[in-house]
């Protein structure tokens, strides 16, 4: 079955750095665009960046946009979102989400950027 297990997350200062991580497994991985959401306390869940199957193609959200990198590495089944410049405003649960003949999430890992 489709696992997508996110981690990485955690307590940040404004302007500090975290790498989430998505291990993938149950489907093919390499053959699969990716993506990168996250849901505040009270907002919708909203899109924070895609990429390509082949990892090609980026897209981001203007809000993180120059900020934000998404990659992933196929040999791992691995997706990644290396967040930069945090700002509270980034303070969200952050989900991955595949289409693999239906729409798969992770459980989610909490990024907190406070001072």
């Known amino acids: 079955q489709v696992q997508l297990v996110e981690s990485g997350g955690g307590l940040v200062q404004p302007g500090g750095s975290l790498r989430l991580s998505c291990a993938a497994s149950?489907?093919?991985?390499?053959?699969?665009?990716m993506s990168w959401y996250r849901q505040a306390p009270g907002k919708e869940r909203e899109l924070v960046a895609v990429?390509?199957?082949?990892?090609?193609?980026?897209n981001y959200a203007d809000s993180v946009k120059g900020r934000f990198i998404i990659s992933r590495d196929n040999a791992k089944n691995t997706m990644y979102l290396q967040m930069n410049s945090l700002k509270p405003e980034d303070t969200a649960v952050y989900y991955c989400?595949?289409?693999?003949?239906?729409?798969?999430w992770g459980q989610g890992t909490q990024v907190t950027v406070s001072s």
């Open positions: 149950g489907f093919t991985f390499s053959a699969s665009a």
């Open positions: 989400k595949v289409y693999y003949s239906s729409y798969y």
């Open positions: 990429i390509t199957s082949d990892g090609g193609t980026t």
